[in-house]
């Protein structure tokens, strides 16, 4: 089965998309940083089903939106982008630390 970007797959570990819900940019708590490129953990509300996952990211990849360029994916369900991309979202999210995210299917 396909997960990528696919909703049915959520509830699936380091598979499916980041769950829907509400979720807050982690710009300088603990855990705020991360090896990855311009990344920024993701931390869900108190109402956002998680399904026991956790260590969503925002952050960028060699090929964000094509198949794998190795043996491991870009992302295991967190938001992903060019290196470009993610360095203007970054920016904002710098810029308004209190804004949330919201994802829906």
């Known amino acids: ?3 990528k ?3 049915g797959c959520t509830h699936l570990q380091n598979r499916g998309p980041i769950p829907q819900g509400v979720w807050t940019w982690n710009v300088n708590g603990p855990g705020a940083t991360n090896r990855k490129p311009n990344g920024i ?3 869900p509300s108190a109402n956002t089903e998680t399904y026991n996952r956790d260590g969503f ?3 960028s990849c060699l090929n964000a939106f094509g198949p794998s360029l190795g043996p491991r994916f870009c992302s295991e369900g967190c ?3 060019s290196s470009n991309d993610m360095q203007k979202l970054n920016e904002l999210i710098f810029s308004e ?3 949330t995210l919201t994802v829906t299917d």
């Open 1 to 3: 089965m396909q997960c």
């Open 5 to 7: 970007n696919n909703p």
């Open 41 to 43: 953990r993701l931390v």
């Open 57 to 59: 990211l925002i952050h």
């Open 79 to 81: 938001i992903t982008g």
């Open 97 to 99: 630390p209190d804004n």
